[in-house]
């Protein structure tokens, strides 16, 4: 996964209007440098919660009907990512001085923030969670899972 802290942005921006630098960047984090996995595992560490990750193979997921998109992992049927997707090259803004803060800082501090904020309402447009994945195709999952 590619990901960037907006602070890592804002001090990235600044500094280099600062310089007088001009060009076009693509900016993000650096392509390989955390998984899904990463940021799963380590989300649950940061916000204490012991929720049980369930890793499943994509031919079990086309066969119960649930998508290879967004909610699994960002890979393709055949296991392959999108190109463009999480691979960009962002070696010229590491080169003009872009870092990233840890991982764990980032989500340290989004989840103390969260709590700090309290429970957001929801936008008006926003879908519905009950929206986002059919829970019985995914209980048949989980069930066929951990047989």
């Known amino acids: 996964m590619q990901y960037l802290d907006v602070r890592d942005l804002?001090?990235?921006m600044l500094k280099a209007a600062d310089r007088g630098l001009g060009d076009a960047f693509t900016v993000t984090g650096p392509p390989g440098?955390?998984?899904l996995?990463?940021?799963l595992t380590t989300a649950q560490q940061v916000t204490g919660f012991d929720t049980e990750l369930v890793w499943a193979p994509p031919e079990l997921l086309l066969r119960h009907g649930l998508p290879l998109g967004m909610e699994f992992g960002l890979r393709l049927p055949d296991g392959s990512a999108p190109r463009g997707m999480h691979d960009?090259?962002?070696g010229a803004a590491l080169a003009e001085g872009?870092?990233?803060r840890?991982?764990?800082?980032t989500l340290a501090d989004t989840w103390a923030w969260l709590q700090?904020?309290?429970?957001p309402a929801p936008h008006a447009d926003a879908p519905s969670p009950d929206t986002w994945l059919d829970a019985a195709a995914e209980q048949r999952l989980l069930d066929q899972?951990?047989?």
């Open 88 to 90: 960009a090259d962002v």
């Open 37 to 39: 996995g990463d940021l």
């Open 116 to 119: 700090a904020e309290g429970d």
């Open 98 to 100: 872009l870092t990233t």
């Open 102 to 105: 840890p991982l764990r800082e």
């Open 33 to 35: 440098a955390i998984t």
């Open 10 to 12: 804002a001090a990235w």
């Open 145 to 147: 899972l951990s047989h």
